[in-house]
């Protein structure tokens, strides 16, 4: 039997923080979502100021994914390739930049999904959160 890593509630906050200090850091107005390996919801965050769509848009990224073991760049690249069959998948809803792994020892822990501001963005501050893991 393998052992697995999971978040706690602590890791969670720790990455909410720091993914927030950097939203509001940059002035971006950001919904920052957290999920476990299964794509199940642990956080949500909508700043001030952040579209009410972002509510919806930022955990399909980090669902996305979290149960497709790679970051939501690599679906849109691959859409964005002419593989629009992708479009297709199933539970994959959040197929834009914003959706990041959370990896440890090459374990998919989850992801965090952010969304408000450009796709690059999205993705800098959702890194952000993860960096403060010190995975």
Do not use: Y
């Amino acid at each position: 039997m393998k052992n697995k890593f999971v978040l706690e509630l602590a890791d969670v906050k720790k990455i909410a923080a720091a993914a927030e200090a950097e939203a509001l850091k940059n002035n971006w107005p950001v919904t920052i979502s957290i999920v476990d390996d299964g794509g199940h919801l642990l956080w949500l965050q909508r700043l001030d100021g952040a579209a009410p769509i972002s509510s919806h848009i930022a955990p399909a990224k980090a669902r996305s994914a979290a149960v497709g073991r790679k970051d939501t760049k690599a679906f849109e690249d691959m859409i964005n390739n002419g593989r629009t069959a992708f479009l297709s998948a199933p539970f994959v809803d959040g197929l834009l930049e914003g959706g990041v792994q959370i990896l440890k020892d090459g374990q998919c822990l989850g992801a965090v999904g952010v969304s408000g501001v450009k796709a690059s963005e999205d993705a800098q501050v959702a890194a952000a959160g993860i960096a403060a893991l010190g995975l």
